[in-house]
């Protein structure tokens, strides 16, 4: 399905993404270490869940949400963990680990850089949305990230970025362990 729906948008740079995603374990990561989808496969579990709850939630939200593509939803719902590749795995053990060596940077902006990367082409409201959806919680208030925060609050894709901000969030604790 993560296939079929990324391959769909027709977005220039959507083969190399695909083909990362499963080079870079992907669809084996768990989504996280010890919070949602801490298992195989955990992260495409959870990426698939945070696409379906956007989808249900423009339909159900017209008003809020009737404007943001599909393509948009796709690719910010499906993608916004993409780094999480990178760094969590499944030890021998089945036991999740997790290993800062590459690229050591949020992970919000390194999913947006890796897909930048590769070639995708992102909207500007695309990558605000990547990159903030993990809401205020992750940054000190008074910082430069919490002015940044607010900020893209402020801008033409401030939907987009609430609607993956409320779908992770529903699809995270969908999952708790």
């Known amino acids: 399905i993560i296939i079929q729906t990324l391959s769909a ?3 220039p740079g959507m083969d190399r993404v ?9 669809y084996e990561a768990p989504g996280s270490i010890k919070y949602h989808s801490n298992y195989k496969g955990g992260l495409a579990e959870h990426s698939l869940a945070v696409y379906r709850c956007a989808m249900d939630l423009k339909r159900k939200d017209p008003k809020a ?3 943001i593509s599909d393509e948009s939803i796709a690719i910010t719902a499906l993608l916004h963990d993409i780094c999480k590749a990178d760094v969590y795995f499944i030890r021998n053990d089945g036991t999740p680990g997790k290993s800062l060596r590459k690229f050591p940077i949020g992970h919000g902006e390194k999913s947006v850089i890796m897909l930048l990367r590769l070639g995708l ?16 919680h992750t ?16 801008t033409d894709g401030s939907s987009l970025i609430r609607l993956i901000q409320m779908a992770d969030g529903m699809a995270a604790n969908a999952n708790k362990d």
């Open 9 to 11: 948008t027709g977005r």
């Open 18 to 26: 695909l083909a990362e995603l499963e080079q870079n374990g992907f």
């Open 65 to 67: 949400f009737g404007r």
């Open 121 to 136: 082409a992102l909207s500007e409201e695309e990558m605000l949305a990547i990159r903030w959806h993990m809401k205020e």
């Open 139 to 154: 940054f000190k208030k008074g910082s430069a990230d919490a002015d940044n925060y607010y900020a893209a609050l402020k």
